[in-house]
Nanobody, 118 residues
């Protein structure tokens, strides 16, 4: 059974930083990608960032480029999201997700709340 468990969310003031972690078990994502998504109240879930576990290549939503950094520890099956210069608009539930062998995001964590006060 695949499990993705996020941690590291919380309340921070605008301009502050948080680092999210996502530990995967039950399946290795070494040959696939993992990513972060977020969903703010009343809004659709949106893509934040993703990383290819084997190559380390990354991609980001325009709204977080230059502020957020996704990284991974392939040996431990953990993906991180370092979030700097946080803004109130970053307030959302952040979800970790893993791709399946077809490239679809089929595996999801339970989410962790990030709240940024102005």
């Amino acid at each position: 059974q695949v499990q993705l468990v996020e941690s590291g969310g919380g309340l921070v003031q605008a301009g502050g930083s948080l680092k999210l972690s996502c530990a995967a078990s039950g399946r290795t994502f070494r040959d696939y990608g993992m990513g972060w998504f977020r969903q703010a109240p009343g809004k659709e879930r949106e893509f934040v960032a993703e990383i290819n576990f084997s190559s380390g290549s990354t991609s980001y939503a325009d709204s977080v480029k230059g502020r957020f950094t996704i990284s991974r520890d392939a040996a431990k099956n953990i993906v991180y999201l370092q979030m700097n210069s946080l803004k109130p608009d970053d307030t959302a539930v952040y979800y970790c997700a893993g791709r399946d062998w077809l490239g679809r995001y089929s595996y999801w964590g339970q989410g962790t709340q990030v709240s940024v006060s102005s």
